[in-house]
């Protein structure tokens, strides 16, 4: 295996702030827009707006994410505290603590037994996410679900609130575990211990698939990137690889 170039974290001023705030922005702007929208099952902008709320509440779990590794704001690391719970309670009512903890793991021990995120014996793609969701579903969360669904449909038509709210964030899930945890961990690996991979190099493909989060063999080498700085690194690991 070729070795990996040495890649610096750089002074990325308020502009993880700025990212953050666009993101949870758009999304929230977006579900709000989708709560009052008319919903016909013939309306083909019906399912394209159920694929970009899929998009955005991804975007939002992202933003968790590089809060638990302080890159959302260095500078201020209460505000990135945050702006991490903030965003992981709205992706589901995930707890921000635990998240980081196990996330934390992971990173320590990739794809080994002691990874909270591991197949655990089951290479299988459903069997995996079923261990995957029992690691970070709890009933708290699903409760908490039921109630914010029970409140908010005082207001919002429930069709409207399951089709661009709940099946959006269930996609979701299953977009993060295949696209962060599954294609990038699964089957042996020759770099221990990053013991992860890298999707194809293609920005287009790897911002619509997981925000550049399939460029994973990078995320686990330079974790202190940002998702939006990892298509630069995966263009530098791609010509050391070459090289």
């Known amino acids: ?10 002074d990325i001023g308020n502009r993880g702030l700025w990212i953050a705030f666009i993101v949870l922005g758009c999304w929230g ?11 016909h099952f013939t309306d083909p902008f ?3 707006f159920v694929l970009v709320q899929m998009h955005l509440y991804t975007g939002v779990f992202i933003t968790a994410h590089d ?7 260095p500078r201020y690391k209460s505000l ?10 709205l992706f589901a009512f ?12 992971h990173h320590k021990h990739a794809a080994t037994a002691d990874d909270p995120d591991y197949h655990d014996g089951h290479p299988h793609f459903f069997l995996w996410f079923v261990a995957f969701a029992k690691e970070y579903i709890s009933i ?3 409760v908490l679900m039921a109630i914010t669904y029970n409140i908010l449909k005082l207001w919002f038509p429930w069709e409207n609130l399951v089709v661009f709210w709940m099946i959006p964030a269930v996609l979701s899930t299953f977009q993060l575990f295949y696209f962060g945890t599954y294609l990038p961990h699964r089957g042996e690996h020759q770099n221990p211990p990053l013991n992860a991979r890298s999707q194809s190099l293609n920005h287009l493909k790897a911002f619509l698939s997981c925000y550049f989060f399939g460029y994973h063999l990078e995320h686990h080498a330079y974790p202190y990137l940002p998702w939006w700085q990892l298509p630069k690194a995966r263009e530098k690991v791609e010509q050391a690889m070459q090289g």
């Open 1 to 10: 295996m070729h070795s990996i170039p040495v890649i610096k974290p750089s």
């Open 94 to 105: 995930n707890n921000f603590k635990t998240l980081s903890s196990k996330h934390h793991l």
């Open 80 to 89: 990135n505290y945050w702006i991490g719970f903030v965003s992981a309670s």
């Open 67 to 73: 809060a638990i590794h302080g890159v959302v704001s």
């Open 46 to 48: 019906v399912y394209l």
């Open 29 to 39: 702007g977006s579900l709000w827009f989708l709560l009052h929208y008319p919903l």
């Open 140 to 142: 708290g969360q699903i």
